[in-house]
């Protein structure tokens, strides 16, 4: 018999937990002593709750495996919800212990009482309460079932805490069997059939990759079937990395910052084939005007996203990596669409992708971005939330998945610094790099502090243009210059100082040679470290396709405007 946080520490070690994030409080206070005992796996004390969330989510993107936060009642719970809600909108797999009052003060506004689950519902895949100690084994074992199959997502398990210091029998699963949650792994024999003869009837298919393909570990197969088939392709923000950079049928990145081959090429296709995407606004613009002329496919692992913005004529429910495995074994060698490259090719010899204006004058983000991923290609790269991130999208050339996170669908500012910490725990001895904002990096700077007492080393770049740069952008063109509230430029810290007084090392540089100078040496360092890079202010992230508009409406860089004029 043990009780209710000594079987905790069990399920965690029985999963194969190597680091849980978390901090303690008065609700929490028998799991966090259970939690000294224990040799089985790390906990690391961060320095807010909400860093506890995004640490869980960066270690799940960068390992593939269940992300674990533990945090105590009331206001630490409630600290989380921001992360836990960044990880539901990209299918994270987490799973979140919050420690509640004692079964017998739930409901009487018990000091650090809250309804939890009430508050976790809308952003979890699953949420309990545990009210006896018999249950408490079967829960722990479902949540991180759930948490990791069919479409990914975050669990969230609410336990009183006199279930913690009760004890009981420790009777762990082997086995789940939940009457109500079968995810569908192979997709329909006779859907996939039809689908590869759309493509043998097609004459400008298109593949449109998001984060599903990652989720699925499915990037071997789909190169695979780009390889047999020709078939070019367009990936999401979360798709990044699930085809090399330089695939010759790699369109790039689609959408509201995307290229303008990718966003012609989703406009001018007959067959579109959403793979582990979920047509989002950000990707369609207009839907009424998106692949207007395309018959659609769409494969998810999820029924309830097929049809739900795009209506799909080629439905598939399945695992993505079973699908485009079986998919491959459909499809012929003998396709043709040399003609559809030919249109492909002339839109990308009209406007290249992604090229900026460099200057010698002043940094540029796409310089810096472009430099250090030509000194540490194979570096995790983390961003948070703003221009950077776009320009990051652009210009670092991913090769792998998993090598970039970042809070694509609920755009969360804050995330990176917290994220990075999990991603430095799951990638021991790898180059991690976190690209913020000046604004970003402020929200949960005191994770720096986290880093240094962990022992673990990341480089975080501030792109610095003393802006709320994404928000500015939109000011300048479509709220006529009125920057309200955005300027930073005389409230800023000094974020050399401010880095190394959590210990990082840290440096302010304004040219090239300052910046190859201080990468290198942060390279060597052992330690956490901070470039505060000091970059052109009104630099935009271009293309652009304004809000509400058709995708093939973009805002084009002048330069390249300038260049088809001529």
Not at 173 to 195: H, M, V
Not at 233 to 255: F, I, Q, S, W
Not at 372 to 392: L, R
């Amino acid at each position: 018999m043990i009780n209710g946080s000594k079987m905790i520490c069990e399920a965690l070690k029985l999963e194969g937990v190597e680091v849980v994030f978390g901090y303690p409080g008065g609700a929490a206070l028998n799991i966090y002593d259970e939690l000294y005992k224990q040799n089985d796996f790390k906990h690391v004390l961060v320095r807010h709750e909400q860093g506890a969330a995004h640490a869980a989510d960066g270690y799940a993107r960068a390992s593939g495996k269940v992300g674990v936060a533990i945090v105590t009642s009331g206001p630490g719970f409630t600290n989380t919800l921001t992360g836990v809600a960044t990880a539901y909108a990209d299918s994270i797999p987490m799973v979140l212990i919050s420690a509640q009052v004692a079964n017998s003060l739930i409901g009487t506004d018990a000091f650090q009482e809250i309804d939890a689950v009430g508050m976790s519902r809308p952003c979890v895949k699953h949420s309990y309460l545990v009210k006896t100690i018999e249950e408490l084994p079967r829960v722990l074992k479902e949540a991180f079932f759930i948490a990791r199959s069919g479409r990914p997502g975050p669990v969230h398990i609410d336990i009183p805490k006199d279930i913690t210091a009760t004890k009981g029998e420790f009777k762990y699963p082997s086995e789940i069997n939940i009457k109500t949650y079968k995810p569908t792994y192979k997709g329909n024999p006779r859907q996939i059939k039809r689908l590869a003869n759309a493509i043998l009837e097609s004459k400008k298919p298109l593949l449109y990759l998001g984060g599903g393909c990652i989720s699925s570990n499915a990037s071997n197969e789909i190169r695979y079937f780009i390889e047999k088939t020709k078939i070019p392709a367009v990936c999401t923000l979360m798709g990044l990395g699930v085809l090399e950079h330089d695939n010759p049928y790699n369109l790039r990145m689609a959408g509201m910052h995307g290229s303008y081959r990718a966003n012609m090429a989703m406009s001018e296709c007959d067959l579109l084939i959403s793979v582990g995407a979920r047509f989002d606004d950000r990707i369609t613009g207009k839907t009424s005007e998106f692949a207007k002329l395309a018959k659609i496919a769409h494969i998810d692992i999820d029924p309830s996203s097929i049809s739900k913005i795009i209506k799909a004529d080629f439905p598939i429910v399945g695992d993505i990596k079973n699908v485009m495995s079986d998919l491959n074994n459909e499809v012929g060698n003998n396709l043709d669409f040399s003609e559809w490259h030919e249109i492909l090719n002339r839109h990308e010899n009209l406007y290249p992708t992604f090229t900026y204006q460099d200057s010698d004058e002043v940094l540029k983000p796409q310089w810096v971005i472009n430099e250090c991923a030509k000194i540490t290609p194979n570096a995790n790269v983390i961003t948070d939330v703003g221009q950077h991130q776009m320009w990051v999208a652009q210009f670092f050339k991913f090769n792998e998945p998993r090598r970039l996170s970042t809070s694509g669908g609920l755009g969360t500012m804050g995330y990176s610094i917290p994220a990075a910490l999990g991603v430095a725990f799951a990638k021991n001895n790898e180059v991690v790099l976190n690209f913020a904002g000046d604004g970003s990096f402020l929200m949960n700077i005191q994770e720096l502090m986290t880093l240094t007492a962990s022992n673990k080393k990341v480089i975080n770049i501030i792109l610095n243009n003393s802006y709320l740069g994404m928000v500015r952008q939109w000011q300048t063109r479509f709220y006529n210059e009125r920057y309200s509230e955005t300027n930073l430029e005389d409230v800023q810290p000094d974020y050399e100082m401010l880095a190394k007084s959590f210990g990082c090392d840290a440096y302010r540089v304004k040219s090239k040679d300052e910046f190859i100078k201080a990468y290198h040496e942060c390279l060597k360092s052992p330690r956490t470290c901070v470039i505060d890079v000091v970059i052109s202010r009104f630099e935009d992230v271009l293309p652009m396709v304004p809000a509400g508009a058709a995708i093939y409406n973009m805002i084009l860089p002048q330069n390249l405007i300038a260049k088809d004029n001529k």
